[in-house]
């Protein structure tokens, strides 16, 4: 029943010879690979609004000088990624770059640092659209958690199933985000230019609570990073591009980093210029919206369109965290089970692993994304700088034509990105990028430790120096834990009595009373030649006095290697009907597999199902 | 680990000689069975002025003659249990009564009614509670629905810890609660006598929504019925009064009903009397005492001291519930669990099984109270009225002396209890007493349902006719699932080999590539008189292609009766680890067992565990 459920929901099984992936073209590989950079204005434009509003007039006078130099950090960084996928034709991720150029520890903690900027992408993205909707909605604001969670939900769904079709499906929200968000700033621009002279700020900002110094400013410039967060999306998907791989790709970066540039700019020097300010429970972007546009049906589009493409960037986070995870698991980092694909041809444990700490974060932080930002920041700048200065080491020892000016860009782009992660860290680490801080190497700590767990494994499990021998196995004593004298035991007594002649039958007492003597008496009339034994339990566990009995006496009976244990099951015809059982035999099992290792001995459990009807 | 932690937060285990009880004097009997009772006046209250607000200061004015005809009603109930209280001594729970003297189904329905009934207890009595402490602190207002999970968890684990001293313990909040409250309105009373005529509700109360018509005064009279709900509670527990139990029992039950009047009549009438009127974010009861007190430190005594009595009166269903629900798992109406003793020597299943219920409920209906208690008055009264009824039956069936009275009594208390429920389901039908009015018989199915299914299973175990003989073990054929050549599986193949000549090693691939050649080569080394054959999984799942192929081969090679698989499994030294290994092994079992009763073979699986190292 639980398999059809989960059918309906995510589809049945896909053959593993459909993997194969199809090739994009520019126009889909934007849609593809963008959503995630373009719809940061979404948050960025909000989070520089934040950090200025305290000092007043004077602070929000700042908002587009700020933009300006965000721009400029863009710009450095978009170069900088062009040559990342000249240098890594097949998918250069922060990881790959930072392990093969700087070594395993600095591959890690990009490797880190990008798991946590997905999950962050993740619930960024929706806080932010469902911030983005609830602003035009003002009912919707107080659930804005519920309907983060609803969307995470269907998004997980939809990667379940395995969205074959991103390029198309996603194209739509990336394109009307676009087209609607463009030509709301092309007829700002417009009524800027009629009106001249910008509104002052003086009359519309909120007093000032703070006095504007380098603090806060630096504050308001490192909120404003997060404007830069997917830019690096498409060098980690190269492959994806039609041939020549490297060319396209770069030419859709270029494309993508000016069209982040114009949203960036364009929104920020309109909010200046007609001083729009916003209430707690709108977002900035909201407000310019519905200054420009009223409150109308256009409007209303601006603010739907910026909900689907922040739906669609956190979708990108459900093509990436999965596909890092895998390659991690792969180099025994993490679980193998995250390298497994699943039905769908899908990194199934990722996407699940993915979408539960997603929900942790909305859930903990209340859906707002304004509190989420500073982690986010931290994590997205670690793997900036990582995969920048990786790259410089790889021009290095590459040392092709031209290596010196490319070295350079990459230096650079390493060189600010860095200079923003340590403003980041200082002016936001009591505001939550401690948390990442603490995060990332504990990511690392984990890989680690999971590593030298599977080497360990793997050298116990070598059957290097190991004789080719077959033991004979000696006679041994077989128990068999019984509850009553009923048909479901049978067959376990008649198979314990075919490998030994030991066979003793043990039923754990815990309700004291004249039933025991009742069961001996019938126990006997049947088994006359199987030993029976009474063990009283006072604290009415059926598995540790069965425990203790067997430690005691195993080892006198058995060669002290190896013991034996038949367990009689009783199986329900349909599954709901366990839960009117007791699930003893399964703690047995459990309790003798994990427990019985402090005594040495090797116990070995057969299970003899007894099948009931409906 | 996980052991460590649950003994941390309740305790160690208890033998099970611990669980004599000890009896209980009047002053504390009233304490461990009154909360629920008493605290009534806390949302009753509230109903009946929701109710009747809508109709402004000509509904308001009935408060005071509603809360007269439900005190007319509290008295005929509570004459009637302590008649129920001299029929059954030994405890006479709704269904113990309704059981024996109406039948099964009545006593079935009772049970259900009863069960619904403790579980809305602990919801409405926390969610009422939190209404109290966050009408004093406004900012908890909208964080209701966390605090009263947070409570409900808090008085979880205190139950699962098994509260010994409960008499003692609750003490303290039973009577601080009566202190505080019948002082203030002692001193409410004092100052509307030297005051003399009432205030004007015209000026004080809301205009009018609604004409006052009689299906408005029925529905604000079925809601404040809610006042009724636990009298009944003194008569489940008798035998923990002390010696004569009956008359003990009986006394408490008269000074308990007469306490819930006084508390009930005089706060209605000072609500009245004061014009008091309230907010959506205040009570009822902390408006009137915030009129009566001012917002001072006796005012914030008076709504903390609700709380703490509605916090007893949710754990008051910890008691009940659990102890129902195991009386009905010993008649075989509910899983079997529910009758387990725990650790602490408490129903544990059945503590949890509340405490997830009742967490629905609050989520469900968003922490408010007044939307929970449609619900609730229907499982009360249905539980009321059959108790009643089954007591009429009683006393005719017994026929002793004065049997005419105690019938009429009791009768008199069916009749009323069973007019209040007609009153209130129908006038709360489409507010939630539906729900009710579904659940109900969806327990009842859910009782007989799981009843047939212990019958049927009882019958399929019976020894009856079965010869005592020992069928000798034909040598079958043994197979090994094997995921490589390694140390892990060696102990395994020669368990495999030492039980039968015909043993398969079976390798399940699930990415095809040259490794499965390389693998054969390997198993040729070692085991060259083992059979080892590959089989494709091009759905990458383990369990499916292996059972396939058994399904296909096994009837061949075996008797048709019993196949025999030998499970090499690798334990690691700490739990945790498990997460790092694929739990093939356990879903093999799991599907071998439950799955292959379609082949009707009974599958006998040897578990081989090999413990790997730290």
Known sequence: MLRKIKYTLIGSPLPSEMLAEKRLNKVRALAAFSPDALSSVAYANQEIFLGLVIAGASGLSLQFPIAIGITLLLVIVALSYAQTIRGYPSGGGSYVVARENLGTYPGLVAGGALLLDY????????TAGVAAIASAFPILWPHRVWIALGLLLLIMFLNLRGI???GTVMAAPVYLFLFSFLGMLLYGGIRAAIQGTPVSL???????IEPLGIFLILHAFSAGCTALTGIESISNGVPAFKPPEWLNARKTLIIMAFLMAILFLGSMGLTQFFGVVTRPDETILSALARRLLGTGPIYYLVQFSTLAVLAVAANT????????????????FMPRQLFNIGDRLVFHNGIILLS???A???IVFNGDSHALVPLFAVGAFTAFTLSQSGMVIHWFKEKKAGWQFKAFINGLGALVTFFALIIIGISKFLEGAWISVLVIPGFVYLFLKIRRHYHKVADQLSMHGLPPSLRPLPKPRVVIPVSAVHRGMVDAVNLARSITDQVLAIYIDVDPGPDEDELHKRWNKWYPDVEFVVVPSPYRSIVEPLLAFLEKTDHEHNDGQQAFLVLPELIPASSWQEILHNQAADEIKKALLYKSRQSGLQRIIIDVPYHLEK
Chains 1, 2 share one sequence.
């Open 119 to 126: 999950i962050l992408t993740a619930a960024v993205s929706l």
């Open 164 to 166: 074959r079709e991103s």
């Open 202 to 208: 003086a009359a519309s900002a909120p007093a000032a």
């Open 317 to 332: 986070s459900f093509a990436g965290f999965p596909r890092v995870a895998a390659i991690l698991a792969q180099d025994k």
């Open 356 to 358: 539960g700490l997603t």
């Open 360 to 362: 942790l974060l909305i």
